[in-house]
């Protein structure tokens, strides 16, 4: 069961990372719906377990899943920044758009 779970984390998280570097579009209120069900998942699943007595398979799978997070962090973070610059970019043309310069300490010609 554990295993199956870590499964449908790392093709989530896969697909995700998968889209976002190809710039396709991402449903991320279904995305993050998935991996809040697999959080919740995995979180009762693993209540009780002892890390030593995983079996070499969910080591496994658990390092694969460890990857596929790192490197979804990266590409969410690298998309975050670039909205976060193409935003800035916006409101501040909007704000040059909207001002005719009275209060501003650069002089419009």
Do not use: W
């Amino acid at each position: 069961m554990l295993l199956a779970s870590l499964k449908r984390l790392e093709a989530t998280v896969t697909a995700e990372t998968e889209a976002l570097l190809a710039h396709q579009p991402v449903d991320q209120e279904t995305v993050n719906l998935r991996k809040s069900q697999s959080l919740l998942e995995l979180t009762r699943l693993t209540r009780d377990l002892d890390p030593a007595e995983l079996d070499a398979p969910v080591r496994a799978q658990l390092l694969r899943v460890r990857s596929a997070l790192e490197r979804n962090q990266d590409a969410v973070g690298l998309h975050l920044r670039a909205v976060e610059e193409i935003s800035g970019i916006v409101a501040e043309s909007l704000r040059a758009a909207e001002s005719d310069g009275t209060y501003s300490g650069h002089i419009r010609r």
